[in-house]
């Protein structure tokens, strides 16, 4: 089997692996965040991104929480406002 397509596989095992925990370690969180090393040290030192250090050394990030934060501030799409704004008029139409 070429060695690419073993480093694949392992890549794709880790990944699996990582999706059924609930705590992350920083190095994970990277990889589930795709943010970089040197940005989630920011965001953590900032106190941006919801983090815990229970021994004062090591960073763990609870997934819902992490998931809660990178999905802040969505915005709605076109298709959305557009059905707000149908359902505004429908109801509050003068007879």
């Known amino acids: 089997m070429d060695t690419i397509l073993i480093f694949d596989r392992l890549d794709r095992?880790?990944?699996l692996l990582t999706a059924h925990k609930e705590v992350l370690t920083f190095e994970e969180t990277c990889d589930y965040t795709g943010i970089s090393r040197s940005y989630l040290y920011k965001?953590?030192?900032s106190g941006t991104i919801p983090h815990s250090k229970p021994n004062g050394k090591?960073?763990?990030?609870e997934k819902r929480k992490l998931n809660n934060w990178l999905?802040?501030?969505?915005?709605k799409s076109k298709a959305e406002i557009e059905n707000e704004a149908?359902?505004?008029?429908?109801?509050n139409r003068r007879p």
Not at 58 to 61: A, G, L, P, Y
């Open 71 to 75: 999905l802040q501030n969505s915005r």
């Open 58 to 61: 090591m960073i763990f990030f």
């Open 43 to 45: 965001l953590t030192s």
């Open 86 to 91: 149908l359902r505004h008029t429908l109801k």
């Open 13 to 15: 095992l880790e990944k």
